[in-house]
């Protein structure tokens, strides 16, 4: 089975993309760190049921890593905005049999954290990028548990795609989550949340 891991903002630069989240939810995120093996970078927003917000970016101080960035960002261009939506799993080699095209397991490590991802060879994930990642989180250790209490949660996640029906049903397999909405349109994410200061969108 899969559970709702975290979102991902996609931004040009790391402090375009905070901004851009600050502004939106009052709330700045707190500096994450370097992911050397893709060459990108971090920060996070904590959130409530131990889910958080990644801003995610290309580190300028990074070598190449001589193939595809994940989360399709050697294509990103323009604001930054909603990119993935990731999931994780205790089994991420039955859900990539369940699967097919999340990718091949990438073994991946910050400070303390050890995980492995699932991440196509092209950077982009099936159905246009609008498929959920699918992370598994080795050891007790998870990046919310860390991050200061925001009092912001998650009320819905609507993930729009022209095929919607069928994404919808390839994941309604493994991930029962009332707040993932699945919508027919113009491909794109939209996140809604409750916060301080009332509902606030990202997309």
Known sequence: ???LDHLAIAATTLEEGCDWVAQRLGTAP???GRHAFFGTHN????????????????????????RPRWFDLDRFAGPPRLSNWI?????????????????????LERGDLRWRM?????????????HAAVIQWDGDLHPAAALPATGISLRRL????PDAQALEARMALRLIDRRV???TGAMGLRAEFDTPSGCKFLG
């Open 43 to 66: 920060c996070l927003l904590g959130l409530a049921n131990g889910l958080y917000l990644e801003v995610i970016a290309i580190d300028p101080d990074a070598a190449p890593p001589g």
């Open 118 to 130: 699932a991440v196509p060879e092209n950077g982009q994930l099936p159905f246009d990028g609008c």
């Open 30 to 32: 707190v500096p994450g």
């Open 181 to 183: 909405v699945f919508e």
């Open 158 to 161: 609507i993930v729009t795609h």
């Open 87 to 107: 999931c994780r799993t205790q089994d991420l080699e039955a859900t990539q049999a369940a699967l097919p095209g999340i990718g091949p397991q990438v073994a």
């Open 1 to 3: 089975m899969l559970e």
